[in-house]
C-alpha cells in the first residue's frame, strides 16, 4: 500500500496557566504520534485511546488506498508554550513518556507553590487593605466566583489574596524552586518506562525556543552613509536538533531554555546562568557540554567572558507566536515518501481580550499600561507568518504548473535528442549517466544566454551551502562570522578557477579536474529525486504498488544518501580548524569535497535507477526516463522562480489552528465556556486545583478532535468516510480520555460525570 507522511510544524504561543490547558493538547498530540508509529510499525496500540487513533488510521487506509504516518518534527513554542514544547520534543526523540509530567503541572503548577518563602506574607493580616483593589481589578474574574462550588470559591480566595499581600516591587515566585522542579520533570521522565523513538529512522526533530535577551547583543548593520551602524537585538532563539540519534540535548541545556522563555516579567527574577548552576550544584548534577553551549547560544557574552552575567526573560515578550523559526526549518526536511506539512500552532486564548468600556469610553489607567507592557505585544495578529508560508506555497504553485505546461515539448525535446528507438532498450548504470550529461549540455545549449545566468544562481546557491555547513559546524551563526566565512569560499573557489580548475556550467569535467558543481551541488541532484519522485507519485493511478515499489526504493535509497551528506557533514568537519582556517580555504574545502564523494554516490544512484527502471512496464519506464533526463530543462525554468531555495518537501503547506474556538463537538462558546486559566488575566489556573485539572481536560479533549480532523484532511477529496464515522472516533477517543483520566482528576468529578452525558 502507498504511504504518505503527515507531518507537523507545531508552534506553540505563551499563556501563562494555559500552560496547563496546552499541556493537554500536546500530550494528545504525543498520543497520536505513538499511535500512528506502533500502526506504521505493525505494534499493539499502547492505551484505549491510542487504539482509537490506531484504529482511525485503518480506515483511512481502507477507504482511501494510502496508509498515513503522523509525525512532529518541527517544534517552535514560547513562554508556557515553549515549557510544553520541550517536554514534547524530549518525549518525541527518546520514546519517553510525558504522563509524569501531567502530575508535575498539577501539583506543582499552585500559586502557593510558586511563591517563594520569603515572599509570602508574613501574617494573615498582611496588606489586607490591598484585597478590595484586587477584587475591583479582577472585574469578570471575581464575579465568576459566585458560581463555583464553596470548595473551590474559597480556594480560589484565599489563594488569590495569597499573591495580592506577597512581596511587592520584587518578583513573587521561586526563581530556584522553579528550576529544580523542571529538572525533576525531566527525572520523571526518565525514570518511567519509555517506548520507541517517535520518529522514522534519519528523520531529524528541531526544537526551537524563543527568549528575550534583557541587555540584548549587537548587531552591526551596514549602510550606504554611513558604513556601519550597531543596533541591540534583544530577541533570542534557543535551537535544538536531534539528527536522527534519539537524544535531543543534555537535559540542563533543555532546563536553561525552558526556564529563560517562561521568566514571565514580574512574577519571576530574570533568568541568569548562574541560577541553573547554583541548582545543580544542589543536587550534585553535573553539566559537562556547559562551555560548548554557552558559546553557541550566547556568542558574544561567552566571547566577552559574561556568558554567567546574561540577564534572560519572558521569550513571549517579543516573540510569542515563533513561526519564523520553523518556516526556516522545512528547507532541512528529508522526504522518503509523499509528504502532506502541515503547520499547526496552538492559541490557547483566540480573539480580542481587550474591551473599551460600553459607550466607546477610553480604557483605564491599569489597563492600558498592561496592555502596552504585557498584553498587547503577545497579541500581534500572524498575518506576516501566514503570508510568508503563503508566498511559499504559492512559488511552489507556480513551479507545478509550469513543469505541466513545459513537459510535453521537454519530452518531445529529449525524444528528439535519444531517438525513437532509445526507449525500447533497457537503461544501464552507465548509459544513464552518459544521457544525463548529454541531456545537460543540450539543454544549455536550447537555453542559450539565459542558462548563464541560471549557471550563476546555481554556483551562488552552493556558495551559501557551503558557507551555512562551515558556520553550523563552528557552531556560530553571527552574521559577521557567516560574512568572513562566505568570503574565503568565495576566493578559493576565484583562485581555483585561474588555476584552471573552472566553473563549468554543464557539469562535464574542465582540464582533467572535476568541476566545482559537479563535486559540491548537492542541491541539483536533490531537485532532480524529488521531481522524479513527484512523477512517480502520479503514475500510482495506473500502475500497482507492486510495479512501482523499485523504483521509490530506488529513488528514495539514492535520496538518502544525498541528504545524509547535505545534513551530517557538519559533524564531519573540525570546528578547530574552521577557526584557525587560512585565507585560502582550499584544504578545508578538499576535506568536504571527499566528504560528499559525489561522482561515486551518483554511480550508485544510476545503478539503483537503471536496475529498477529496467523492471517497469515499457510505458512507465519511458515516462520516467523522460523526466529523468529532462531535469536539465525543468531546473532552468523553476530555479530562479524559487529563488534558489532547495526544497526538500515541494507540496504546498496548509495551516491548521487548535484552539477552544475549533473544537465545538462537545461544548461550543471556546475559550469563556470551557477554561478556567483564562481568569485573573490568565493566572486563574495557578489558583486552584480544580482549575488546572478542568483545563488539562480540555486540552487532551480539544486535542483529540482537532487531530482527527487533521488526520482526516489527509484524505484525497474524492475519498470520504462512511456517514458518522468521523463523530464515532471523536466520542471513543472522549470517553476513553475521561476513563483514563477519571482516577487522577478527583477534583472536577461532576464536570467528568457532566462531559458524559454531553458526550453521549
Given amino acids: 500500500m502507498r504511504e504518505k507522511e503527515l507531518r507537523l510544524a507545531l508552534v506553540c504561543y505563551g499563556g501563562i496557566s494555559l500552560a496547563v490547558y496546552m499541556h493537554g493538547i500536546?500530550?494528545?498530540?504525543?498520543?497520536?504520534?505513538?499511535?500512528?508509529?506502533?500502526?506504521?510499525?505493525?505494534?499493539?496500540?499502547?492505551?484505549?485511546?491510542?487504539?482509537?487513533?490506531?484504529?482511525?488510521?485503518?480506515?483511512?487506509?481502507?477507504?482511501?488506498?494510502?496508509?498515513?504516518?503522523?509525525?512532529?518534527?518541527?517544534?517552535?513554542?514560547?513562554?508556557?508554550?515553549?515549557?510544553?514544547?520541550?517536554?514534547?520534543?524530549?518525549?518525541?526523540?527518546?520514546?519517553?513518556?510525558?504522563?509524569?509530567?501531567?502530575?508535575?503541572?498539577?501539583?506543582a503548577a499552585d500559586i502557593e507553590s510558586l511563591i517563594a518563602p520569603e515572599a509570602a506574607p508574613t501574617s494573615r493580616f498582611s496588606k489586607m487593605w490591598a484585597m478590595p483593589i484586587a477584587w475591583m481589578a479582577a472585574g469578570r474574574s471575581g464575579e465568576k466566583l459566585?458560581?463555583?462550588?464553596?470548595?473551590?470559591?474559597?480556594?480560589?480566595?484565599?489563594?488569590?489574596?495569597h499573591l495580592i499581600r506577597s512581596r511587592w516591587f520584587e518578583p513573587p515566585f521561586a526563581a530556584d524552586a522553579f528550576t529544580a522542579r523542571l529538572l525533576d520533570a525531566f527525572d520523571r521522565m526518565a525514570a518511567a518506562p519509555a517506548g520507541k523513538r517517535l520518529l522514522p529512522p534519519g528523520q531529524p526533530l528541531d526544537l526551537f525556543v524563543t527568549v528575550t535577551d534583557f541587555t540584548g547583543q549587537p548587531q552591526r548593520l551596514r549602510l550606504h552613509s554611513p558604513g556601519e551602524v550597531v543596533e541591540t537585538e534583544h530577541r533570542m532563539v534557543v535551537d535544538f536538533t536531534d539528527s536522527g540519534g534519539g537524544r535531543l540535548a543534555a537535559i540542563p541545556e533543555l532546563v536553561f531554555a525552558a526556564r529563560a522563555t517562561s521568566s514571565f516579567p514580574g512574577a519571576f527574577p530574570p533568568f541568569t546562568v548562574g541560577e541553573l548552576d547554583r541548582v545543580l550544584e544542589s543536587r550534585d548534577q553535573s553539566w559537562d557540554s556547559r562551555d560548548t553551549f554557552l558559546r553557541r547560544v550566547l556568542p558574544r557574552h561567552h566571547a566577552a567572558g559574561a556568558a554567567d552575567?546574561?540577564?534572560?526573560?519572558?521569550?513571549?515578550?517579543?516573540?510569542?507566536?515563533?513561526?519564523?523559526?520553523?518556516?526556516?526549518?522545512?528547507?532541512?526536511?528529508?522526504?522518503?515518501?509523499?509528504?502532506?506539512?502541515?503547520?499547526?500552532?496552538?492559541?490557547?486564548?483566540?480573539?480580542?481580550?481587550?474591551?473599551?468600556?460600553?459607550?466607546?469610553?477610553?480604557p483605564g489607567f491599569f489597563q492600558t499600561i498592561i496592555g502596552a507592557i504585557s498584553e498587547l505585544p503577545?497579541?500581534?495578529?500572524?498575518?506576516?507568518?501566514?503570508?510568508?508560508?503563503?508566498?511559499?506555497?504559492?512559488?511552489i504553485d507556480r513551479m507545478q504548473a509550469i513543469v505541466a505546461a513545459i513537459r510535453e515539448e521537454v519530452e518531445l525535446e529529449i525524444e528528439q535528442l535519444f531517438g525513437g528507438t532509445f526507449f525500447l532498450d533497457r537503461p544501464t548504470a552507465a548509459r544513464l549517466a552518459s544521457w544525463r550529461v548529454r541531456a545537460q549540455a543540450a539543454a544549455a545549449a536550447k537555453a542559450g544566454f539565459s542558462y548563464a545566468a541560471y549557471g550563476h544562481l546555481k554556483v551562488a546557491n552552493v556558495i551559501d551551502a557551503l558557507t551555512t555547513l562551515l558556520s553550523d559546524a563552528i557552531g556560530d551563526e553571527g552574521p559577521q562570522r557567516r560574512i568572513r566565512l562566505r568570503a574565503t569560499v568565495e576566493r578559493t573557489i576565484a583562485a581555483r578557477s585561474v588555476e584552471g580548475d573552472a566553473i563549468s556550467f554543464t557539469g562535464g569535467p574542465s582540464n582533467g579536474a572535476k568541476t566545482f558543481l559537479r563535486v559540491f551541488d548537492l542541491g541539483y541532484r536533490i531537485r532532480r529525486l524529488r521531481l522524479l519522485a513527484r512523477r512517480l507519485t502520479e503514475l500510482e493511478a495506473d500502475h500497482s504498488e507492486a510495479e512501482l515499489a523499485p523504483v521509490r526504493d530506488a529513488i528514495y535509497d539514492s535520496l538518502a544518501d544525498y541528504l545524509e551528506r547535505q545534513h551530517g557533514s557538519a559533524d564531519a568537519i573540525g570546528a578547530d580548524d574552521l577557526r584557525n582556517m587560512p585565507d585560502d580555504g582550499a584544504a578545508l574545502l578538499d576535506r568536504i569535497?571527499?566528504?560528499?564523494?559525489?561522482?561515486?554516490?551518483?554511480?550508485?544512484?544510476?545503478?539503483?535507477?537503471?536496475?529498477?527502471?529496467?523492471?517497469?512496464?515499457?510505458v512507465a519506464r519511458r515516462t520516467l526516463l523522460l523526466t529523468y533526463l529532462g531535469f536539465p530543462y525543468f531546473d532552468v525554468a523553476t530555479l530562479p522562480l524559487l529563488q534558489?531555495?532547495?526544497?526538500?518537501?515541494?507540496?504546498?503547506?496548509?495551516?491548521?489552528?487548535?484552539?477552544?474556538?475549533?473544537?465545538?463537538?462537545?461544548?461550543?462558546?471556546?475559550?469563556?465556556?470551557?477554561?478556567?486559566?483564562?481568569?485573573?488575566?490568565?493566572?486563574?489556573?495557578?489558583?486552584?486545583?480544580?482549575?488546572?485539572?478542568?483545563?488539562?481536560?480540555?486540552?487532551?479533549?480539544?486535542?483529540?478532535?482537532?487531530?482527527?480532523?487533521?488526520?482526516?484532511?489527509?484524505?484525497?477529496?474524492?475519498?470520504?468516510?462512511?456517514?458518522?464515522?468521523?463523530?464515532?472516533?471523536?466520542?471513543?477517543?472522549?470517553?476513553?480520555?475521561?476513563d483514563e483520566e477519571e482516577a487522577r482528576l478527583t477534583a472536577i468529578a461532576p464536570l467528568i460525570a457532566s462531559l458524559r452525558q454531553e458526550i453521549g
Avoid: C
Avoid at 503577545?378 to 512559488?395: M, V
Avoid at 554511480?603 to 529498477?612: H, K, P, Q, S, T
Fill in 26 to 107: 500536546t500530550k494528545e498530540i504525543w498520543r497520536v504520534v505513538r499511535a500512528s508509529r506502533a500502526s506504521h510499525e505493525g505494534d499493539a496500540p499502547a492505551s484505549a485511546v491510542d487504539a482509537v487513533y490506531h484504529d482511525l488510521l485503518d480506515e483511512m487506509a481502507a477507504r482511501g488506498g494510502v496508509r498515513v504516518r503522523i509525525l512532529a518534527d518541527i517544534i517552535a513554542g514560547a513562554s508556557a508554550g515553549g515549557i510544553n514544547g520541550i517536554f514534547l520534543g524530549q518525549a518525541l526523540a527518546t520514546g519517553q513518556s510525558l504522563d509524569p509530567l501531567t502530575d508535575l503541572w498539577l501539583e
Fill in 593 to 618: 569535497a571527499a566528504r560528499f564523494d559525489l561522482i561515486r554516490l551518483d554511480g550508485e544512484a544510476d545503478a539503483r535507477l537503471a536496475a529498477a527502471f529496467a523492471g517497469l512496464p515499457r
Fill in 309 to 362: 552575567k546574561a540577564v534572560l526573560i519572558d521569550g513571549s515578550v517579543l516573540v510569542n507566536a515563533p513561526f519564523r523559526p520553523a518556516i526556516d526549518a522545512l528547507g532541512r526536511r528529508p522526504a522518503r515518501r509523499q509528504v502532506d506539512r502541515r503547520f499547526v500552532y496552538i492559541d490557547p486564548f483566540p480573539g480580542m481580550h481587550f474591551r473599551l468600556p460600553g459607550g466607546g469610553g477610553h
Fill in 146 to 161: 459566585d458560581l463555583l462550588d464553596e470548595e473551590t470559591r474559597e480556594e480560589v480566595r484565599r489563594k488569590v489574596g
Fill in 644 to 738: 534558489g531555495e532547495g526544497l526538500d518537501e515541494f507540496d504546498p503547506i496548509k495551516v491548521d489552528r487548535i484552539a477552544p474556538d475549533d473544537a465545538t463537538a462537545i461544548r461550543s462558546g471556546g475559550a469563556e465556556a470551557t477554561l478556567k486559566g483564562i481568569q485573573f488575566l490568565t493566572f486563574g489556573a495557578f489558583f486552584s486545583r480544580s482549575y488546572r485539572e478542568n483545563d488539562y481536560l480540555w486540552g487532551r479533549l480539544h486535542g483529540a478532535e482537532r487531530m482527527i480532523d487533521i488526520a482526516i484532511s489527509t484524505l484525497p477529496p474524492t475519498i470520504r468516510l462512511k456517514p458518522g464515522r468521523v463523530a464515532a472516533f471523536k466520542r471513543r477517543a472522549f470517553l476513553a480520555i475521561l
Fill in 378 to 395: 503577545r497579541q500581534q495578529p500572524i498575518r506576516d507568518n501566514l503570508e510568508a508560508i503563503a508566498a511559499r506555497s504559492g512559488r
